[in-house]
């Protein structure tokens, strides 16, 4: 059974000023995840984690990830803004975009961001959409441009992701080197490297692996275009334990793993040093994120439902990937009494479930339930299909005092972009 960072007490107490459903994050154990990402990697200087924005695009979360230097991944013009917003400017923004509008260049251009190239044929769209800029060619030499790598066949993929060679991602192989001398050709003298291959990947190796491979191409690279890399970028997709089964990836096996082979393929073959970056969004905050609503209905027909007042407009990982999250009733957690149910929310989908046949202790209406590692990918991919809402965001505080991050949407966010005049 999971701890949680609140009593049943405390969160009745909260739900007294707002009312179910809520996302509510851990600050505290957020920013103790955050210094031991820091930490497992402190060998590396220059070493940078740029918090994946869709994963949680709030503003309280991103500036917390701020203190510890955290940038921001950005792939959408709103992301961008966020980012701006919280005060990640400049090479503190990666904007790691695919099938972009010329206006997301310009903006990524305007505030200095890393650009990272999706495809070969984005280097002459990006020149042309930002052509007629001031200072363009004069300050082109000073900005850092990066290309995603897709290895295609030579990397398995994993279920969330696919596999890389279906996957729409990146440039081949043989296109990254192309992209590259084209970059140098026009002028550009500082370079990265990215790929993102893993998405909930719980297995150190296989993130090891990624690093190994981008180790080597930056060497080869290096040899056959002539330019040196200033960073790597593994992505980011590390998983979390979701299931109670499932193992919590050891960042320090990680930050070994990478280092042993940075001094193997980066040092010990003479490549100047190489920073390394990640874009990590679920394991930064997944786990310290939870959905609190409460039991609506209880019903019993061929299977016996417990209803809740959160649906998965609230949290669509179950309905969209048929993903675990696990359920904790608190006041009730240790109670041997268990029944089967379907937990569902009011959504006119049969696929609006949050688990299927879980054992739980005996529900009745009314009672608190908490979804678990909600932190990420939770909020975020909320909608309003339906006319369900969107809830509020609420960050608990080191000394336990609860704020409100995000206020819930009422019905005239709904109707705001609704004309009824010309009827
Ligand atoms: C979604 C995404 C991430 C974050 O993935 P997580 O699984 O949350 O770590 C990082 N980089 C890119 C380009 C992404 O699309």
Request: contains cysteine; proline residues 4%.
């Amino acid at each position: 059974m999971r701890t949680l960072p609140f009593t049943k007490e405390k969160l009745e107490e909260i739900t007294q000023k707002w009312p179910t459903p809520f996302h509510i994050y851990d600050a505290a154990a957020i920013r103790r995840n955050a210094e031991r990402l820091k930490k497992a990697f402190a060998w590396n200087a220059g070493f940078r984690e740029y918090f994946a924005v869709k994963a949680a695009p709030n503003p309280y979360l991103m500036k917390l990830l701020k203190e510890f230097d955290f940038g921001s991944d950005c792939s959408s013009m709103a992301e961008l803004e966020l980012a701006e917003r919280v005060g990640n400017t400049g090479e503190a923004i990666m904007f790691t975009s695919n099938d972009t509008p010329a206006e997301e260049f310009r903006r990524a251009w305007e505030l200095g961001a890393i650009i990272n190239f999706d495809d070969i044929t984005h280097w002459d769209y990006f020149l042309s959409s930002c052509d007629g800029f001031e200072n363009f060619n004069s300050d082109l030499p000073g900005r850092v441009f990066c290309c995603r790598y897709n290895p295609g066949p030579l990397k398995g993929g994993n279920a969330i992701i696919g596999k890389p060679e279906e996957a729409k991602y990146g440039f081949t192989r043989e296109q990254l080197f192309d992209g590259y001398a084209k970059m140098k050709a026009a002028g550009v003298t500082r370079f990265g490297l990215h790929t993102m291959v893993a998405s909930n990947e719980l297995n150190a190796d296989y993130i090891i692996d990624t690093a190994k491979i981008l180790f080597e191409l930056a060497g080869e690279i290096h040899e056959k275009v002539g330019i040196d890399f200033e960073f790597i970028n593994i992505g980011g997709g590390i998983g979390i334990p979701y299931k109670p089964g499932d193992k919590a990836m050891s960042l320090e096996t990680v930050g070994d793993g990478i280092k042993r082979a940075y001094e193997e393929l980066v040092d010990a073959k003479g490549l100047k040093p190489i920073k390394l970056y990640m874009e990590c969004g679920r394991s930064i905050t997944g786990p310290y994120g939870y959905l609190v609503s409460r039991v609506r209905h209880i019903k019993s027909t061929y299977r016996l439902y417990a209803g809740l007042d959160a649906c998965m407009s609230n949290l669509m990982r179950p309905a969209l990937y048929g993903a675990y999250h696990e359920i904790v009733v608190p006041g009730k957690g240790n109670s041997d009494v268990t029944k089967v149910y379907d937990v569902t929310g009011s959504l006119c989908e049969n696929n609006d479930k949050f688990a299927i046949q879980r054992e739980l202790p005996v529900l009745e209406r009314g009672d608190l339930v908490v979804l678990c590692d909600a932190g990420a990918h939770g909020h975020a991919m909320g909608f309003q299909y339906n006319g369900k809402l969107r809830s509020a965001e609420l960050l608990l505080e080191e000394d336990g005092s609860v704020r409100e991050i995000r206020r819930a949407e009422t019905l005239d966010d709904y109707f705001a972009t609704l004309d009824f005049g010309g009827l």
